[in-house]
């Protein structure tokens, strides 16, 4: 498969499934949206229409956004997100959306061995993850995979 045929699979998956959780699951009465990697800001313009009424946070290394949907000063973190994303254990996220997979093994595989107890940590129980990158956590209940979704392709879990 090309690199842009695979390009174009993860993003329908990513949509598929935040719609899917926007309009089929519904997230908690109460918590904000977490963007973990907001690189061009493309997946934060659509959070924002899926939840107008929550809090979206995005996390980056860099502000590299589109200006026209840049996220306020005071909705980005600016740093490594293994650090910054520290800072939200506790706070009850009702979803993390986390697109920061790299397509190299051996540097996915360093980020997973910090992200998934990151995403729970952030997270309240009944919120949602959903990853690009599988996210293997005791607390967190992987969901069924849609059926427009390739096998290992896009996650999405349930914390407990
Ligand atoms: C694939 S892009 C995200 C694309 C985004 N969904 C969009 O709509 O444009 C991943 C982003 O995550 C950031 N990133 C990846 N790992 C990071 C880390 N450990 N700390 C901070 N930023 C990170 C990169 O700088 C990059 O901008």
Redesign the pocket.
Known sequence: MSRLDTFINRMSA?RDILNHVARDLGLPAQGDVL??????????SHLRELFPERRVIA????M??HRTTAPHEDDFVT????K?GQEFAGTGAALVHA????GYPDKDAI?LSWLPQMVAAMLQPGGYAVSGLPLEHSQLDALPRLPSVNEGRYFMYRRL
């Open positions: 990513q963007e973990v990697g907001l690189g061009n800001g493309r997946t934060y996390f980056d290394r860099a590299n956004a740093g490594e997100i293994n910054t697109d920061i997979g790299t980020t």
